[in-house]
């Protein structure tokens, strides 16, 4: 990833934001698929708001060969580079990977897997509040 990588996520990092936490069932799933290509293979995932993604839809061919007779291709966007959300409910805080995008989410909504939502005992009878943050990763720098 460089200055001209796609995307908006840039603008909100570091910033929260008062929201509601929704789930979804997808887990446990192949190591493709999902917005960033990279599937959605782990039990804790997350899916963000359209508004966090790029525009410009640029896919580019990985060095990944886990997919039987077929390239695999990943996603060339800002929020597929190392990038997390920071969910706090009320005592408890999880750091999981942005994965996928769910289309019809506000900027103030995050939807997660079953299991992460489980973990941080929302009720899937009331709303499920929370801080959401996006922190980010800061790439790792090799010592000269």
């Known amino acids: 990833m460089n200055e001209t990588t796609p995307g908006v996520i ?6 929260t934001f008062d929201g509601d936490i929704v789930y ?4 446990g799933g192949e190591s493709y698929g999902g917005e960033c290509g990279l599937g959605i293979k782990y039990s804790f995932n ?3 708001s359209r508004h966090l993604w790029s525009p410009i839809k640029k896919w ?3 060095k990944l060969r ?4 077929k390239d695999h291709y990943i996603r060339y966007d800002q929020l597929c580079f190392n990038k997390c959300v920071k969910l706090e409910h009320k005592e408890k805080t999880l750091i999981m990977p942005i994965m996928d995008e769910t289309d019809y989410l506000e900027l103030n909504r995050v939807d997660i897997s ?3 939502f489980n973990w941080l005992e929302c009720n899937f009878i009331e709303r ?10 800061k ?3 090799e010592n000269k």
């Open 10 to 15: 840039k603008n909100f990092l570091g910033k």
């Open 24 to 27: 979804h069932n997808l887990t």
């Open 66 to 69: 886990d997919i039987p007779g």
């Open 114 to 116: 079953c299991p992460a």
């Open 128 to 137: 499920c509040t929370a801080k959401i943050t996006f922190p980010g990763l």
């Open 139 to 141: 790439p790792i720098q």
């Open 60 to 62: 580019v061919l990985s």
């Open 46 to 48: 997350a899916g963000v």
